[in-house]
Every structure is written in C-alpha cells, then in structure tokens.
C-alpha cells in the first residue's frame, strides 16, 4: 500500500476534506473486496435507516443530499433484497417510513462490529479519552460542514 508521506508543511496546508475522503474511499474499498452484495451507498443507507428509526424516503434524501428519486431507487432495491421495508405511516397521507428489517439489521450488525474490530486495530494505542474526543471533533465537524 502506498504510504501518504506528508511532510510537515503538506500536513499543515492540507484541508481537513482530503482526510476524511481518503477515509471515505478506505471504507468504500473494505466493503467492495468484502461484501459483493452491500455496495458503498447500500451502507450509507442501511445506517441511516437503522439510527433513524421510522424515517420517511423524503427526510432520508434531505439527510443524504440526494432526491426523493435516488432514495426510492435504492430502497427499491434494499426492499427487493430484503436488506429494507417500508411501511405507510398512520395518518400521514400515505408517507412511508423505512425499517430495517431483521435480515438488514442483521448485516448492519455485522458490517458494524466488522468496522469496529478494524478501528480498535487503528487506535489500539490511544486512550478511550482520545477516542472519544476525536469522536466529538469529527461530529462538530461534520455538522459545521453541513452548513458549508
């Protein structure tokens, strides 16, 4: 594997994006050479479906920055692979909210302790302090880059 090899000056200049990138196509790898039926995008929905429990198609595209249209295509196929299901909501006009079902919580589970065991390989040398501070930096991050 190729190592990154910053030197100082490269690491300061370096904006923050083209870390969690480069941790983002790492994840993308992982998935792709260990799951050939869970794709990348299938993750990002499987996760956000299972941490927001009941959530309609429409709030899961606002959440992900896609249209209402993407999100339906790929709960179509979640749905199909029985990874997903929706079901309408009481007195909501017809909306649908997602569930995994137990199948898709079963993989999410699995996928999860899978990324877990790899990040305490990673941080096996930090305190659970830090790790939970770097936890904080990345969320805070992550809502400020929302607003960006």
């Not at 994840?27 to 260990?34: P, Q, S």
């Not at 993750?43 to 009941?54: P, Q, R």
């Not at 199948?103 to 040398?125: A, P, Q, T, V, Y």
């Amino acid at each position: 594997m190729a190592s990154l090899n910053f030197d100082d000056d490269r690491l300061k200049s370096t904006p923050f994006f083209y870390f969690i990138n480069y941790i983002n196509v790492l994840h993308d790898n992982f998935l792709k050479e260990n799951f050939k039926d869970i794709t990348p995008r299938d993750f990002t929905y499987l996760s956000n479906i299972f941490y927001h429990e009941n959530i309609s198609q429409k709030e899961l595209a606002v959440l992900l920055y896609v249209s209402e249209a993407n999100v339906a295509q790929i709960v179509k196929r979640l749905e199909k692979s029985g990874h997903v299901k929706r079901e309408f909501l009481k007195d909501d006009n017809g909306k649908k909210s997602l569930s995994l079902t137990d199948e898709g919580e079963s993989i999410f589970n699995f996928l999860l302790n899978m990324i877990n065991e790899g990040e305490s390989e990673i941080f096996k040398d930090y305190s659970d302090e830090d790790k939970m501070k770097f936890k904080e930096m990345l969320y805070v991050f992550c809502e400020g880059a929302a607003e960006y």
